[in-house]
């Protein structure tokens, strides 16, 4: 089921059927190098990461990551959405694009429409995001989005430190 829509891209509810997708995005260099490697190398664990992750956090908070896809083709290209962890206070926004997508300008259009969904529908007055201290890809694109650098934070599960960003909406 579609979320939301924008001029390229469709983004929706992740299914299991995208597992062979996550398979591939989880894998990508940046992802481990900058998100963590997951340690999930078959379809059968991406399946059973997409329903304990995102289709459990559907279930229990109304949002999530969701899959975005080429609105032309309904080609799988990423992932972008709101999480709620359990050490910020805050939902934060959390985006991935296959790297053969990049410079394309679809992880704006993505996060843009996220945030905007995050506040407008679901009443968000101030969203999050966070990024490894040296992601520069996506602390620009956090900054082009209106975030501010609040300093660094130690992320939850690791205790590695992360810079934090937000945007308050009035």
């Known amino acids: 089921m579609k979320i939301i829509e924008t001029e390229r891209l469709h983004i929706r509810y992740m299914k299991t059927e ?26 059968e664990e991406a399946r059973k ?5 995102p289709m459990a956090m559907y279930e229990e908070e ?3 990551l969701y899959l975005v896809e ?15 962890r359990d050490f910020l206070k805050d939902v934060d926004l959390g985006f991935a694009i296959l790297s053969e997508f990049w410079g394309k300008g679809y992880a704006y259009e993505a996060a843009r429409a996220t945030l905007t969904f995050g506040h407008e529908v679901l009443g968000f007055n ?19 989005l209106g975030m501010a650098e609040e300093g660094n934070i130690k992320f939850g599960s690791t205790s590695e430190d992360v810079r934090l960003f937000a945007i308050k909406y009035k």
Do not use: H
Request: proline share 3%.
């Open 70 to 84: 080429l609105k032309e083709s309904k080609i799988p290209i990423g992932i972008c959405g709101l999480i709620q």
């Open 18 to 43: 995208d597992a062979q997708f996550m398979l591939e995005l989880l894998n990508e260099p940046d992802w481990i190098k900058y998100i963590g490697d997951r340690g999930i190398r078959t379809v």
């Open 126 to 144: 101030r969203i999050a995001g966070f990024t490894s201290l040296d992601n520069e890809k996506s602390i620009n694109l956090l900054l082009k």
């Open 49 to 53: 990461y997409i329903v304990d992750g």
């Open 62 to 64: 109304g949002f999530g």
